[in-house]
């Protein structure tokens, strides 16, 4: 299993952009699915986007157009691009490899001011 450490969050004004990567112990070439999930207070961990180990992504409805998400497996490191920020995308931002496992990252809090 690998672990996951999350960075690049901070505080964004509306419109803004921040780019998060998430660097794994280990190779995340072989990893089936990396993601990003996200989590407000008061609301459920959700997710914001995924890539396959073959590289195809998906992307909730409320970030499609405005997000990226990419993996670099020489770095062994998944990144999540994300411009046009909005107030609603506040949240703790939380790194996640499924495979056989799911390994989660400790997040890193991304906060939109308006």
């Known amino acids: 299993q690998v672990q996951l450490v999350e960075s690049g969050g901070g505080l964004v004004q509306a419109g803004g952009s921040l780019r998060l990567s998430c660097v794994a112990s280990?190779?995340?070439?072989?990893?089936?699915?990396m993601g990003w999930y996200r989590q407000a207070p008061g609301e459920q961990r959700e997710l914001v986007a995924a890539i396959t180990r073959f590289g195809s992504t998906n992307y909730a409805d409320s970030v499609k157009g405005r997000f990226t998400i990419s993996r670099d497996n020489a770095k062994n490191t998944v990144y999540l691009q994300m411009n046009s920020l909005k107030p609603e995308d506040t949240a703790v931002y939380y790194c996640?490899?499924?495979?056989?496992?799911?390994?989660w990252g400790q997040g890193t809090q991304v906060t939109v001011s308006s």
């Open positions: 996640n490899a499924r495979d056989w496992y799911s390994s």
């Open positions: 280990g190779s995340i070439s072989r990893i089936n699915v």
